[in-house]
């Protein structure tokens, strides 16, 4: 008795998971963008993960940046989908004062989605550590160039998962909150991103980080508020513990 009772129980609450799982078909994430390398940047950004319309509706409206360049925008995070966070200048490893693209990685992680206009293709990586593997290259003509210091990107970014590229590019993209929007460009002394580059030499670095938003989660779609949700994914996980216990029995 106590075995079917136990597994008519794993049955159930996974199913109810899913269920509650499949009418959100929409989440949306908010990010407040603050400067890095005290570039007095700051905005925000608005992610809309439709998994029915299999899109992602992109905003990011941002001011302080230097007008007339162009400004790499892209979502950053763990090819796991494990939590990361934005860098501070702690990352600052060779303490020269800034905090270089390659710095920033170690904690935002590789380029998950270049947020161009028109959207950039996905497909192969150019650069294994800086670009996910599906990430495709991005046309550097086709990212914000913030004419008077602004920034207002609105892009509706849809994957066909028929589309090998697309599809891993889609399933990197499901936890938003645990992923971040970086903008890049500023002046800095030549040596910050080039390796062997003269460092009283001042350009315009296209890599620079100059801000970073994390993503927060404000509607799962389906008006149960995250903490629920966190409740009903435990109950689940206690369901298939208990599945396993069955079996091993
Ligand atoms: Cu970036």
Do not use: W
């Not at 940047?41 to 439709?50: H, L, M, P, R």
């Not at 460092?199 to 801000?211: E, H, K, M, R, S």
Request: glycine letters at 10%; aromatic letters at 6%; a negative charge.
């Amino acid at each position: 008795m106590k075995s079917s009772f136990g597994i008519a129980l794993a049955v159930a609450v996974p199913t109810m998971l899913i269920a509650s799982v499949v009418n959100a078909d929409t989440r949306t994430y908010t990010s407040v963008i603050d400067a890095l390398n005290n570039s007095g940047v700051s905005g925000s950004a608005t992610i809309v993960v439709d998994t029915d319309a299999k899109t992602l509706d992109v905003t990011v409206n941002a001011l302080g940046l230097l007008p007339n360049q162009v400004h790499a925008q892209h979502i950053h995070g763990l090819l796991n989908n494990g939590f990361a966070t934005c860098p501070t200048m702690a990352q600052d490893a060779n303490k020269d004062g800034f905090l270089s693209v390659l710095e920033g990685a170690v904690n935002y992680g590789p380029i998950k989605l270049n947020l161009t206009s028109p959207p950039t293709p996905f497909g192969p990586s150019p650069d294994p550590v800086l670009f996910a593997s599906y990430a495709g290259t991005p046309d550097l003509t086709k990212f914000p160039t913030a004419p008077d210091g602004t920034i207002n990107y609105h892009e509706l970014i849809t994957f066909n998962l028929n589309n090998s590229a697309d599809a891993a590019a889609f399933a990197q993209l499901q936890d938003i909150d645990n992923q971040h929007i970086v903008l890049h460009g500023a002046f800095a002394p030549e040596s910050v991103d080039t390796v062997g580059g003269d460092p009283t030499n001042i350009i315009y670095d296209g890599l620079l980080p100059v801000a970073c938003g994390e993503f927060v989660l404000q509607d799962n779609g389906a008006g149960v508020p995250e903490p629920s949700t966190l409740g009903l994914l435990g109950f689940g996980a206690a369901g298939l513990l208990m599945r396993r216990r069955v079996k091993v029995v």
